[in-house]
């Protein structure tokens, strides 16, 4: 009990920081990226690739960008790499306190006989061979054929979500697959951008020139990194959104949100170089219409069903819910009613009763895991009853 508490809290200071930094290195990283897509490539001195103007905060910026280096190293000369790690660190840890220390409740599927130990060693090891094998592509030769190093990455990706959504909860499949993308993003920084800087600060102290490889090198990462972030974002919020994930094939609509998100991100990134391609556009909206088509809910069939009271469905939210939805909750992990949301009383039923609607029939998200074994005829119950008592 005070375990489960404690780690509640340790949960919340984590998640916390966690979006603290993650702003900060998103931030930073949306910054320069349009930094160096803004900035006026007439230099007025020779080693000057670009300046650039700005307003903010009540002051004027100037900035430049050197082409190679300057005459002397500046002192302090700032780095962005904290952010980054403590990013990816304390989303290990979130991971670790919500997910592997639950990991019954949150990561495998519900009723699965799989040892919690495998489920969280399949985790950990997905995040090291997503890294292991992007980074074996980026040393290929197909490095420099986007369009095969493309379908090669998504290829794995989506084996990789198939795979787990045949063991681990949908929400954790979208977690997992959110997480093995953002570790290839902080191991970008870590093994491949910071080293170059290094090398780049250490051809500025003794005056050598700096091989045109090195500086590909680094930009193809930080480009793949810009890429990636709408896809591990999405992921970090999509546990919310249970018309998502609750789908059948949810694992095929998480690919087909990375592939969106993706273009999103390379219609801004050609916006930002003065090439705006109406047509990707298009293309977006489509598509987001028909996924939110496809995964419109099913009504569930009533014709066969009594009319139900408001008691009767006091009484499946007795069986099936207040076990965690209750001022007292009995259940062995959640100790304090989730969402803040109790139905003890009739009352409370009534006034909740689109958010009942919504979780039990039109996305099926709840019972949570459905771990409390809710019926379809349950289900189909609680919708007759939505349909009669909202139409009074
Ligand atoms: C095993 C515990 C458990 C059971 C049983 C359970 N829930 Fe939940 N419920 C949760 C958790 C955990 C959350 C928070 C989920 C989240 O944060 O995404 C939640 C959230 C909710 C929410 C809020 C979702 C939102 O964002 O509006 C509703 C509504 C809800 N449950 C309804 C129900 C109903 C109705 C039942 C019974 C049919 C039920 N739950 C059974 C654990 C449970």
Redesign the pocket.
């Known amino acids: 009990m005070i375990r489960l508490y404690l780690l509640e809290w340790i949960s919340l200071f984590l998640k916390f920081f966690h979006v603290i930094v993650g702003i900060a290195w998103i931030g930073a990283s949306f910054y320069f990226n349009w930094l160096e897509n803004k900035l006026k490539r007439v230099g007025n001195r020779d080693e000057i690739a670009g300046h650039l103007w700005a307003v903010h905060g009540g002051g004027f910026y100037y900035l430049e960008k050197y082409k190679q280096y300057p005459h002397e190293l500046p002192e302090p000369l700032h780095w962005f790499k904290w952010e980054a790690y403590f990013t990816w660190i304390s989303g290990f840890l979130l991971l670790t306190v919500v997910y592997y220390f639950n990991a019954n ?1 949150y990561l495998l599927l519900p009723g699965s006989e799989m040892s919690t130990y495998v489920a969280v060693l399949l985790s950990i090891s997905g995040l090291i061979l997503v890294w292991v094998v992007y980074d074996l592509l980026c040393k290929s030769v197909l490095v420099d054929r986007p369009a095969i190093f493309i379908l090669v990455m998504l290829s794995f990706v989506s084996i990789s979500a198939y795979l787990y959504s045949l063991v681990f909860n949908p ?1 954790a499949v979208y977690m997992q697959l959110g997480a093995m993308l953002g570790t290839i993003m902080v191991a970008n920084v870590f093994f491949v951008i910071i080293p170059i800087q290094k090398l780049l600060v250490k051809a500025c102290q003794d005056r050598t020139q700096v091989s045109a490889e090195l500086g590909t090198n680094g930009y193809v990462r930080s480009r793949h990194n810009n890429y990636f972030t709408l896809p591990v974002l999405f992921t970090m919020i999509s ?4 018309i998502v994930y609750s789908s059948e094939y949810s694992w095929a609509v998480l690919i087909v949100v990375f592939v969106i998100a993706v273009i999103i991100r390379h219609y801004f990134n050609l916006k930002g170089v003065g090439q705006t391609k109406n047509s990707l556009i298009g293309l977006i909206v489509v598509s987001l219409v028909l996924l939110i088509f496809y995964l419109a809910p099913v009504k569930v069939d009533t014709t066969a069903t009594e009319s139900v009271s408001t008691e009767q469905v006091q009484k ?2 007795n069986r ?6 209750s001022a007292s ?1 009995t ?1 062995d ?2 100790r304090v ?3 803040g ?1 109790a ?1 003890d009383t009739i009352e409370q039923i009534k006034v ?1 009763i689109d ?2 609607y ?3 029939v039109a996305t099926q ?8 074994n ?1 019926t379809i005829q ?2 189909a119950d ?1 919708s007759s009853w939505f349909d009669r008592v909202s139409n009074e």
Request: charged letters at 15%.
């Open positions: 409740s929400m546990g919310h959104y249970p499946i939210i099936r819910c207040a076990s965690c939805h909750p259940d992990v959640f009613a989730p969402a949301l139905l909740n958010r009942i919504q979780n039990t998200s709840m019972p949570f895991s459905n771990k409390t809710m349950e289900r609680i």
